[in-house]
C-alpha cells in the first residue's frame, strides 16, 4: 500500500515542480485525476485497516473455537475415570464398531437412547443381566 501513496506523492511532486497552470484545461483534469487518485488511496487504506480488524477477531474467534473443541474433544475421547469429574461416567462398548462411548449416569437413569458418535448405532442397555446384588443402583460398569 506505501507503493501506491509514494507513487501518487511522486506524481503530485512532478505537477509542482513542472509548475502546472491549474487554471488551464490540461492542469483541470490533472488536479482532477489526483484528487480521484487521493480518494481512491484513501479508501483502499480503511480496506486494509478494516482487513486486519477482521484478521484479529477471526484469530480470537478460531482461539476460542480451539479451546472449547478441546474441551469437547477431551471429554468425548476420554477414559470415563479421568474425565468430568461432576458427574459419574460408565464405558459401554457399541455392538457394531466396538467404540468406547462414555455415558454419564443421568442419562442411564432417564432411559435415554444412546448412539454410538462413530457409526451412529443405537446402543442398547440391558439392566436385567446385571451380576450385582445391589439391581437398578448398579455399580458395575457395562
Do not use: R, W
Amino acid at each position: 500500500m506505501e507503493n501506491i501513496s509514494n507513487q501518487l506523492s511522486y506524481v503530485k511532486g512532478l505537477m509542482e515542480g513542472m509548475k502546472f497552470d491549474d487554471k488551464s484545461n490540461e492542469g483541470k483534469i490533472f488536479k482532477a485525476l489526483l484528487s480521484v487518485l487521493d480518494e481512491i488511496n484513501e479508501s483502499i487504506d480503511d480496506l486494509y485497516d478494516y482487513q486486519d480488524e477482521v484478521a484479529e477477531q477471526v484469530d480470537l474467534i478460531d482461539e476460542d473455537l480451539a479451546a472449547v473443541e478441546e474441551e469437547l474433544l477431551d471429554c468425548d475421547e476420554c477414559d470415563c475415570d479421568d474425565c468430568c469429574d461432576d458427574d459419574e461416567y460408565y464405558e459401554v462398548e457399541c455392538p457394531e464398531c466396538h467404540e468406547i462411548v462414555c455415558v454419564d449416569e443421568d442419562t442411564l437413569l432417564k432411559d435415554e437412547d444412546i448412539y454410538c458418535p462413530n457409526c451412529k448405532t443405537k446402543i442398547d442397555i440391558d439392566f436385567d443381566d446385571c451380576d450385582c446384588d445391589d439391581c437398578c443402583g448398579c455399580d458395575d460398569e457395562e
